[in-house]
């Protein structure tokens, strides 16, 4: 086990709605804003908003993060965008 | 017994943590169903499907039309340990 996956659900939280850099396996690295991290994979899910509006959603696999470096945190417009990506539509 | 509930205390938190962190991974598991998915897998190997399901614990993902090297599969299953990372649009 990676100190990643070892890490508690509360200190998971503590990266959510802040935007980041993840340096994964073979020197993959990606930046984006995190979403959540999987309690059960330690998957952890990043947006990255495109300049076409559309949004662009990757995963770096809980087995894959070698190491994850903390940004900047996200204004109140950017984490309401978050807050909404994946949730059903209100009637 | 202050301590034990304290410690209870601690255990409620991070029990509801991990519900509101799995319950947002699961939902970004649905809205990818049906949309073409690139996975980045070891070796440096990169190849895009159609999402299908996962499995509960996340080790495996079923695609469809998976484009390889070889030629198009109809049908897969791609171990989750297999691959880095995997993005897709919304």
Same mark, same amino acid.
């Given at each position: 086990?990676?100190?990643?996956?070892?890490?508690?659900?509360?200190?998971?939280?503590?990266y959510v709605n802040k935007e980041v850099?993840?340096?994964?396996? $073979?020197?993959?690295?990606?930046?984006g804003w995190v979403l959540t991290v999987?309690?059960?994979?330690?998957?952890i899910l990043l947006a990255?908003?495109? $300049?076409?509006?559309?949004?662009? /959603?990757?995963?770096?696999?809980?087995?894959?993060?070698?190491?994850v $470096? /903390?940004?900047? $945190?996200?204004?109140?417009?950017?984490?309401?965008?978050l807050?909404?990506?994946?949730?059903?539509?209100?009637? | 017994?202050?301590?034990?509930?304290?410690?209870?205390?601690?255990?409620?938190?991070?029990?509801? *943590?991990? =519900?509101?962190?799995?319950?947002? &991974?699961?939902?970004?598991?649905?809205?990818? =169903?049906?949309?073409?998915?690139?996975?980045?897998?070891? +070796?440096?190997?990169?190849?895009?499907?159609?999402? *299908?399901?996962?499995?509960?614990?996340?080790?495996?993902?079923?695609?469809? +039309?998976?484009?390889?090297?070889?030629?198009?599969?109809?049908?897969?299953?791609?171990?989750?340990?297999?691959? =880095?990372? &995997?993005?897709?649009?919304?």
């Amino acid at each position: 086990m990676t100190a990643w996956q070892k890490k508690t659900p509360l200190e998971w939280l503590t990266y959510v709605n802040k935007e980041v850099g993840v340096l994964a396996a $073979e020197k993959h690295k990606y930046q984006g804003w995190v979403l959540t991290v999987d309690p059960v994979s330690a998957n952890i899910l990043l947006a990255h908003p495109l $300049e076409n509006g559309k949004m662009s /959603i990757s995963a770096v696999l809980g087995h894959a993060v070698q190491d994850v $470096e /903390i940004l900047t $945190e996200a204004d109140d417009e950017m984490k309401e965008k978050l807050a909404h990506l994946f949730m059903p539509e209100e009637m | 017994f202050s301590k034990v509930t304290a410690n209870a205390a601690e255990l409620e938190r991070e029990q509801q *943590g991990r =519900v509101a962190l799995r319950e947002r &991974y699961l939902r970004s598991l649905l809205a990818m =169903v049906g949309r073409p998915v690139s996975f980045t897998m070891y +070796e440096k190997v990169s190849v895009t499907a159609l999402f *299908g399901a996962s499995d509960i614990d996340v080790l495996n993902f079923q695609v469809s +039309e998976l484009q390889t090297p070889l030629g198009v599969q109809k049908e897969a299953v791609l171990r989750c340990s297999d691959i =880095v990372a &995997y993005s897709f649009e919304l």
